[in-house]
């Protein structure tokens, strides 16, 4: 695991978008995933008029790693939310979006396969220690994507948010991640120096389901100062 401290989000924001960029200007289809919350925010509005319709980024695909459809609906709030952040403001079609839902998440994993893998994720550190859709105690280290109920999720994890109208909560596993060619993760702010700390000093467990990603062979933590400020010498010996 590689860690990078920058000293504010502005600087940690365009170095994990310098990294989606640099995995863009490949000669070949490009496949990456991205996600939504508040880390990403500042990264998106950069990202935003270098990408706008522009002729050498038309083959980029794009994939989101989980979603929670309300029941009877194809797409739920990531799809959502991720237009509203990055994919409509920078004119991106909705056949290039990719994403698990009730009818392809079984087969999900062999779909990105077959396309030829992820390049690049980039994701957030939950406040919890969650990453995607696996959460504290409800998420099964050796699976791929899997499907979830609501009502178990919050069995297993209280603090779940109730989910009006949605059932299931579909997200990629941690062996999905492990596929991915380069994951990073993006975490800002104080409010996330205790969860920061915890990953990266405790072991791998279900509590804190996010200290599996440091199996990961190519990772990249960037983090800002804030986030970095439980961790005192410690990212000296990283």
Same mark, same amino acid.
């Given at each position: 695991?590689?860690?990078?401290?920058?000293?504010?989000?502005?600087k @940690?924001?365009?170095?994990?978008?310098?990294?989606l960029?640099?995995?863009?200007m490949?000669?070949k289809?490009v496949?990456?995933?991205?996600?939504?919350?508040r880390s990403?925010?500042?990264m998106?509005?950069?990202?935003?008029p270098?990408?706008?319709?522009?002729e050498?980024?038309?083959? &980029?695909?794009?994939?989101?790693?989980?979603?929670?459809p309300?029941?009877?609906?194809? $797409?739920?709030?990531?799809?959502?939310?991720? $237009?509203?952040l990055?994919?409509? *403001?920078?004119?991106? *079609?909705?056949?290039?979006?990719?994403?698990?839902?009730?009818?392809?998440?079984?087969?999900?994993?062999?779909? &990105?396969r077959?396309?030829?893998?992820?390049?690049?994720?980039?994701?957030?550190l939950?406040w919890?220690? $969650?990453?995607?859709?696996?959460?504290?105690?409800?998420? *099964?280290?050796?699976s791929?994507?899997?499907?979830?109920?609501?009502?178990?999720?919050?069995?297993?994890?209280?603090?779940?948010?109730e989910?009006p109208?949605?059932?299931?909560?579909?997200?990629?596993g941690?062996?999905?991640? @492990?596929?991915?060619?380069?994951?990073?993760?993006?975490?800002?702010?104080?409010?996330?120096a205790?969860?920061l700390?915890?990953?990266?000093?405790?072991?791998?467990?279900n509590?804190? *389901?996010?200290?599996?990603?440091?199996?990961?062979?190519?990772?990249?933590?960037?983090?800002?100062?804030?986030?970095?400020?439980?961790?005192?010498?410690?990212?000296?010996?990283?």
């Open positions: 695991m590689k860690l990078i401290i920058e000293e504010n989000e502005q @940690m924001s365009e170095s994990a978008m310098y990294i960029l640099g995995a863009m490949q000669d289809r496949n990456i995933s991205l996600t939504s919350g990403p925010r500042t998106y509005k950069l990202m935003v270098l990408v706008k319709d522009q050498k980024f038309k083959d &980029i695909q794009y994939y989101l790693f989980d979603d929670g309300k029941d009877g609906e194809e $797409h739920g709030a990531n799809w959502e939310e991720m $237009h509203e990055f994919f409509t *403001p920078a004119n991106i *079609p909705d056949d290039r979006i990719h994403i698990p839902t009730m009818a392809n998440w079984e087969t999900f994993d062999e779909e &990105i077959q396309a030829g893998g992820i390049d690049v994720m980039v994701i957030g939950g919890d220690g $969650h990453f995607c859709g696996n959460c504290p105690r409800c998420t *099964p280290l050796d791929y994507t899997y499907r979830v109920s609501v009502e178990e999720k919050r069995a297993l994890n209280p603090t779940y948010p989910r109208g949605q059932t299931y909560s579909l997200t990629m941690p062996k999905s991640l @492990m596929r991915v060619k380069h994951l990073v993760m993006i975490v800002n702010g104080k409010e996330k205790e969860i700390k915890k990953f990266i000093e405790e072991p791998v467990s509590e804190i *389901p996010s200290t599996v990603l440091k199996l990961h062979p190519n990772f990249t933590v960037i983090c800002d100062k804030d986030a970095a400020s439980l961790l005192e010498d410690h990212y000296d010996r990283l």
